[in-house]
């Protein structure tokens, strides 16, 4: 098993990766820009590069948190004990999306950016941390044990297909939330495959586990997905 801190790093990359793709694609980069440049109009105005640079890094420690998300079934995981802070830290951002985006659209009247600060604070201060205590238990209790069904492939598989039928609905920003929670699964098991215990990928159709070296290495695994993260960060990081 790797420690959170590897798959904290882990994530991170991810999402650098993440914003390097945003900036090939024709429209990605403006996505995370015009964000802070709505910011900007509320409180004074960010440069391009600023705003750039915020988009990055919103992506990467937002990859970094959600990859740390599927240890949630483990009770002395360092996501499990800080469970309920988290999920109403991660409502926050989406919930204030949600605000941004109905307020630009014009369901909401009010400013893009006031809609998104009051969204955050109820998903801070009310609805994360409901929505924390009943999904920590639910998890808990389904789960079928540590690494298996939030570890699992099945389960991402489905939340893929939810993810996509809300994006064809034309409901973006929900699909937003299964999407991200599969990317975390994915990055998380990064760090996981090269371990000696290894994955059941897909759990609970088979209990199988799968490695991604050979049994001489395993013991090796966490510090060599580390260096690996750290060169393909090196390699991506904006210059």
């Known amino acids: 098993m790797s420690s959170y801190k590897t798959h904290a790093l882990i994530g991170g990359v991810g999402g650098l990766f993440l ?6 694609l024709p429209h990605g980069a403006a996505i995370g ?23 990055t890094g919103g992506l990467v420690a937002g990859s970094a948190f959600l990859a740390l998300i599927p240890d949630i079934d483990e009770p002395g995981s360092f996501i499990a ?4 802070t988290a999920i109403a830290l991660a409502c926050a951002p989406l919930l204030g999306a949600v605000g941004y985006l109905l307020a630009s659209s014009g ?8 809609a998104a ?6 998903g801070l201060g009310f609805f994360g941390p409901l929505v924390g205590h009943i999904v920590v238990r639910l998890i808990r209790v389904g789960a079928g044990g540590h690494r298996r069904l939030t570890h699992s492939l099945v389960p991402c598989a489905a939340l893929t297909v939810l993810a996509a039928g809300l994006w064809a ?22 760090g996981d495959l090269p371990t000696p215990m ?25 510090p060599i997905a580390a260096a690996i993260a750290v060169i393909v960060g090196f390699v991506l990081w904006p210059r």
């Open 19 to 24: 914003a390097r793709v945003l900036d090939m």
């Open 33 to 55: 820009q015009n964000v802070f440049g709505q910011l900007g109009a509320a409180g004074g105005s960010i440069p391009p590069a600023a705003a750039a640079a915020l988009s």
């Open 81 to 84: 004990r800080r469970a309920r």
């Open 107 to 114: 369901i909401i009247h009010t400013q893009p950016i006031v």
């Open 117 to 122: 600060a009051v969204c955050a604070l109820a």
């Open 169 to 190: 609905a034309g409901l973006r920003v929900w699909a937003i939330i299964p999407a991200a929670l599969v990317w975390g699964v994915v990055l998380h098991g990064l």
């Open 198 to 222: 290894g994955l059941p990928l897909f759990y609970p159709v088979s209990q199988k586990d799968f490695f991604t070296l050979p049994k001489p290495l395993r013991p090796y695994g966490e």
